[in-house]
C-alpha cells in the first residue's frame, strides 16, 4: 500500500518556466489537498478538492493551478515559476467529510526556482 | 513551545526523559486537533488526534491534552527516544472549513533527543 505518491522528489527551474507535481493515492480518498512548507513555518494550503470534479483555493493559491484528474490523481502546475515559490510541496488526502479530518501525506517536491 | 508564527522553537531533551510539546491554538470554535511528526526530508506522519468533546486521549507512548479555556493543546512522548528527533506539528481543523476538514498548521517545534 503505497498511500500517496508524489512526482517528481527534486525539481530546479529557471524564472518563467512551467511545470506539474504530479500526486496520487490509492486509499480511495475522496478529498486532496496541496501545501507548500517554507523554512520557520508551517504547512500552508494552496489548493484542496474536495471530491472528485471539485477544486477551491485555500491560503496561497496565485500563481497556482490544480486539477483533479481523477478521484486518485490531483495535479498541481506552476505556470510561469517565481524564485517565491521555491518551497517544499506536500500533497496529502483525506477521506474526507464529517469525522474523517486526518491527512496523510507524501514525501513531498523539493522546488527551487533560480 | 509552538504558537501561529515565524519562530520554530527547539526543545532539548536527554533520552529516556519525558518530552512536553506545546501549541496554542487561535480559533475557539475549532473542534479537532491533530499532532504531526515530520522527519528530516520525510513528510508529516500523523501521531495522535483529539476532538473537543475530550480534555485528554493517550496513544502508545504519546498523550495529547486539550485546554479549551486558554485555547492550548499538548503532546507529551514518554521516554523519550532518538528516534523520536523530529519537528512536530499541531493543527486545528477551520472551523468554517465543515466537511472540506481543512486544517490550519502551526509552525512546528524541533525536538531534540540528546544520547
Known amino acids: 500500500n503505497a498511500g500517496v505518491t508524489q512526482t517528481p522528489k527534486f525539481q530546479v527551474l529557471k524564472t518563467g518556466q512551467s511545470m506539474t507535481l504530479q500526486c496520487a493515492q490509492d486509499?480511495?480518498?475522496?478529498?486532496m489537498y496541496w501545501y507548500r512548507q517554507d523554512p520557520g513555518m508551517g504547512l500552508r494550503l494552496i489548493y484542496y478538492s474536495a471530491s472528485e470534479g471539485t477544486t477551491d483555493k485555500g491560503e496561497v493559491p496565485n500563481g497556482y493551478n490544480v486539477s483533479r484528474l481523477n478521484k486518485r490523481e490531483f495535479s498541481l502546475r506552476l505556470e510561469s515559476a517565481a524564485p517565491s515559490q521555491t518551497s517544499v510541496y506536500f500533497c496529502?488526502?483525506?477521506?474526507?467529510?464529517?469525522?474523517?479530518?486526518?491527512?496523510?501525506f507524501g514525501s513531498g517536491t523539493q522546488l527551487s526556482v533560480l | 513551545g509552538e504558537s501561529v508564527g515565524l519562530h520554530l522553537p527547539t526543545l532539548s531533551v536527554q533520552e529516556g526523559d519525558n518530552s512536553i510539546i506545546n501549541c496554542a491554538y487561535s480559533n475557539s470554535a475549532s473542534d479537532y486537533f491533530i499532532w504531526y511528526k515530520q522527519e528530516s526530508g520525510k513528510g508529516p506522519q500523523f501521531i495522535i488526534d483529539?476532538?473537543?468533546?475530550?480534555d485528554k486521549r493517550q496513544g502508545q507512548r504519546v498523550t495529547v491534552l486539550l485546554n479549551k479555556t486558554v485555547k492550548h493543546l499538548s503532546l507529551q512522548i514518554a521516554a523519550t527516544q532518538p528516534g523520536d528527533s523530529a519537528v512536530y506539528f499541531c493543527?486545528?481543523?477551520?472551523?468554517?472549513?465543515?466537511?472540506?476538514?481543512?486544517?490550519?498548521f502551526g509552525t512546528g517545534t524541533l525536538l531534540a533527543v540528546q544520547p
Open positions: 483529539i476532538r473537543s468533546n475530550m
Open positions: 486509499m480511495n480518498h475522496n478529498s
Open positions: 496529502a488526502s483525506s477521506a474526507g467529510g464529517a469525522g474523517n479530518e486526518k491527512l496523510f
Open positions: 493543527a486545528e481543523k477551520a472551523p468554517w472549513s465543515g466537511a472540506t476538514n481543512k486544517l490550519i
